[in-house]
């Protein structure tokens, strides 16, 4: 998606239970019946069909059993009214509706729509657009049998689909797929964004995403806890603040990158490279002797040092201002010595690759350090989670099958045991401090290679380095290495995108351009 769809779409994200909690406020404290909630739903996605497909004369409605249902019916009304030929395929038993959904059942008995009990007996040859009215919001748990049936009819059809509120078959809380999911070309939700459309499986299901608040009053948002923020470039960047003229390299800070074992130079490479082209001061390379001169011939800019042990650290840690601490590290007693050291360190850190294995390893739960930011990917993350188990019997974890299956309970329980801001990539990229959670709606599948990682700590170091407080250069550095990567897949697609092609967008971005 572009920032000009996001545009359209709030900045907050919800759980399903907070929205159906938005919903009771709406209706009970506020005399918003649900009926008429229902029926601005199923007008707003009848302007979005329409909007996106122009001239449309048949479709099928699959509706389920609950309030999604009630609004797949009065959607099947409404076109009828406006001369489309309609077919409703009914998977729930109308007389167990709610009484407002089993009023939109019985005002399509008063219109000429053809009705359906059994998806196999539907023949849709000529439609041209489904409605997936099927399941909602409150769905948990592989979906059932006859309901994945429909599901697949939906996928394998040819025409074009609209999800109401939510792809039936994905998880409004986690983005995880229940069995099988509806691939949509348009979701349109209602009153609260419902968070798993933007992680992990929901953003290849939801399509194009639309929003409609159905009229509810601005001020139920602030009654149902915390929400996750949807980050959003321009927001950010313009809290970063312009350059001074009178200012040195020095003003800019002096990063120190440890990393580089022995037949390892790349990720610290590509990692100090972008610290200097999101900004950076000074850039200065601890590395492993083996490779430092030639890493000194890469960029002339760079300052390599080849340090054999921990006690080598000691100098360039004095004259760091803050550092990162992973890239290409290795799992060496070379690479134990200088991590070991440098988390000793008293300056705000950035903690990747190796530098997260090391710090799982730890003999006891690690202290809780709120000057460093964790960048884990999902194993990195496993890791995480594995090693305070571990290392302290009186934990228990219950992310631990798979971080992915919830990835916000995941990175907010690594928050709590390690501090800091944690940053777990992946679609729909988190990043959690002690207050907030916040979720970058920016990337790509291109960036789904080697050091694509690198890159980030890279650039997530060069903000601090600049000044930017840890919460600050996470959530910006998130957001310009992903649309960084967007722009060079808009350009040229996403395969075969190299970790290095982002450094030009990387500067672009942070000059505001």
Known sequence: ?????????????????????????????????????????AQACVDALFHHWRGTTRVAVFCGSGNNAGDGYFIAAFLAEKNVQVTIVQLGNPEKLSPDARQGYEMCCHRDIEFIDDPRQAKLNEVEVIVDALLGTGTSGEIRPQFAEAVDMINHHPSRVLSVDIPSGISADTGQVLGVAVRADVTVSFI??????????????????????????????????????????????????????????????????????????????????????????????????????YLGTMHPELMVRGVKDAAALDTLIDKASCMVIGPGLGRSEWSEQLFGRAIQADLPMVIDADGLIWLSRLSRVPRVNNHWVLT?????????????????????????????????????????????????????????????????????????????????????????????????????????????????????????LMATDLYPEIRRLVNGN
Not at 11 to 32: C, F, K, M, P, S
């Open 376 to 496: 884990p990917h999902p194993g990195e993350a496993t890791h995480l989670l594995q090693g305070a188990v571990e290392n302290n019997d009186t934990y228990e974890s219950s992310n631990l099958p798979n971080v992915q299956f919830d990835r916000f309970s995941s990175v907010m329980e690594i928050q709590q045991i390690y501090g800091g801001n944690i940053l777990l990539k992946g679609q729909g990229t988190l990043i959690c401090n002690s207050d907030d959670v916040f979720l970058c709606p920016y990337g790509n599948p291109g960036m789904s290679t080697a050091g694509m990682g690198d890159v980030l700590s890279g650039v997530i170091g060069g903000l601090v380095a600049q000044g930017c407080s840890l919460t600050q250069a996470t959530t910006l550095g998130a957001v310009v290495h992903s649309k960084a990567a967007d722009a060079c897949a808009t350009r040229l697609g996403p395969r075969g």
């Open 192 to 293: 609260g964004m419902k968070r798993g459309l933007m992680t992990l499986d929901g953003p290849d299901y939801v399509g194009e995403m639309r929003y409609d608040s159905l009229g509810v009053p601005e001020d139920i948002f602030t009654k149902v806890g915390k929400a996750v923020v949807r980050l959003n470039y321009a927001t950010l960047f313009s809290d970063f603040p312009e350059r001074r003229g009178n200012s040195h390299k020095n003003s800019f800070g002096n990063l120190l990158l440890i990393g580089g074992d022995e037949g390892m130079s790349g990720a610290i490479l590509m990692s100090a490279a972008a610290a200097m082209r999101a900004g950076a001061g000074v850039v200065t390379i601890a590395t492993h002797p083996a490779h430092a001169a």
């Open 1 to 41: 998606m572009h920032d000009s769809q996001f545009q359209k779409l709030p900045n907050t994200l919800y759980t399903a239970g907070q929205v159906r909690e938005l919903d009771r406020i709406a209706i009970e404290e506020h005399q918003l019946p649900g009926l008429l909630l229902m029926k601005r739903a």
